[in-house]
């Protein structure tokens, strides 16, 4: 079974410019998740997906961040304009459902340096 | 809210000595708590969760943890560490609805010969 898959896997920008991410859960995984894991730190949930719509995206900085998910499968985060401290590892991740107890599957991650 | 604080950013054993890795939980109701393994430029994988059902949860790669509501504690052990054993671990809560996980601030695991 294909894990959750991730693109790129490094990106290096200078400030204020604009960076997207790409996310492909594991196939009939209803429920896909973004996470911002800064060095020193655990992952932080950003955003949430069931299907194509969103469930949960109180910690998402939306005057800079954005996310869609077309089609309930792939996912983009697009961070415009960045920031040094967007600086991260951004971490996909993918369940079955939204359903307590479910495991979530993570990708290997991209990590963003900021320059 | 539901959060959990992991003792220690960093530890080191010997090889085959035992592995303690701290987790504390602060919950109003009953936590359902994860511990999490990533290895270098790799994503998280789950090692064992606490559903309530047992107390003492086994998990993948010989490792367990007890639950201990009188400590708030989620303690990981592993009778005998291995060199492959080296990577970060993280534990995990939900809090919320929609299974959202907050995540401690991990423990980075060393191995020596």
């Known amino acids: 079974e294909a894990g959750v898959a991730q693109s790129p896997r490094y990106k290096i920008i200078e400030k204020r410019q604009s960076v997207a991410f790409w996310c492909n859960p594991i196939s009939g995984h209803a429920t896909l998740y973004w996470y911002q894991q800064i060095l020193g730190q655990g992952p932080k949930l950003l955003i949430q997906?069931?299907?194509?719509?969103?469930?949960?995206d109180s910690q998402l900085p939306k005057d800079r961040f954005s996310a869609e998910r077309l089609k309930g499968v792939d996912s983009t985060l697009k961070i415009q304009p960045a920031k040094l401290e967007d600086s991260a590892v951004y971490l996909c991740?993918?369940?079955?459902?939204?359903?307590?107890?479910?495991?979530?599957?993570f990708g290997p991650g991209t990590r963003l340096t900021v320059l | 809210a539901q959060s959990v604080t992991q003792l220690g950013s960093h530890v080191s054993v010997s090889e085959g000595a035992l592995v303690l890795l701290r987790c504390n939980y602060s919950?109003?109701?009953?936590?359902?708590l994860f511990w999490y393994v990533q290895y270098p430029n790799q994503g998280l994988q789950l090692l064992l969760k606490y559903t309530s059902a047992a107390t003492l949860v086994k998990g993948i790669n010989g490792f367990e943890a007890e639950f201990k509501k009188s400590e708030t504690s989620f303690h990981l052990t592993k009778p005998s560490a291995h060199m492959s054993d080296a990577a970060e671990y993280f534990c995990?809560?939900?809090?919320?609805?929609?299974?959202?996980?907050?995540f401690g601030t991990g423990t980075q695991l060393k191995v020596e010969l």
């Open positions: 995990a809560v939900f809090t919320g609805g929609g299974n959202k996980l907050t």
């Open positions: 919950s109003s109701v009953p936590p359902y």
């Open positions: 991740a993918s369940s079955f459902a939204s359903v307590i107890f479910l495991e979530q599957f």
């Open positions: 997906f069931q299907n194509n719509g969103v469930v949960d």
